[in-house]
Nanobody, 124 residues
């Protein structure tokens, strides 16, 4: 059974930092890339960042580039999203996802498994 479990969300002030974690289980070692998406109230879910299995290839949404860092140390089954200089507009439920289909992608429909999400709230 595949499971993705996020943690690390919370309530912070603008300018603060948070680190989200996502642990994957039930997936074949070395077979998947991972991504982070978010959904704000009343909005569609959007891409945030993605990383290849090896950790060597990353992509970011323009809105988070330079502030967020996705990492997958030592190609383990855990992916992190370091979020710095948080803004109120970063408030959302953050989801991690696993993509089994090959190249790293920013497209939501190409991800096969999803976590339950973790709430991030940034106050002004």
């Amino acid at each position: 059974q595949v499971q993705l479990v996020e943690s690390g969300g919370g309530l912070v002030q603008a300018g603060d930092s948070l680190r989200l974690s996502c642990v994957a289980s039930g997936l074949t070692y070395g077979s998947y890339n991972m991504g982070w998406f978010r959904q704000a109230p009343g909005k569609e879910r959007e891409f945030v960042a993605a990383v290849s299995w090896s950790g060597r290839t990353t992509f970011y949404a323009d809105s988070v580039k330079g502030r967020f860092t996705i990492s997958k140390p030592n190609a383990r089954n855990t992916v992190y999203l370091q979020m710095n200089s948080l803004k109120p507009e970063d408030t959302a439920v953050y989801y991690c996802a696993a993509d089994l289909r090959g190249g790293v992608t920013t497209e939501e429909y190409e991800y096969d498994y999803w976590g339950q999400g973790t709430q991030v709230t940034v106050s002004s």
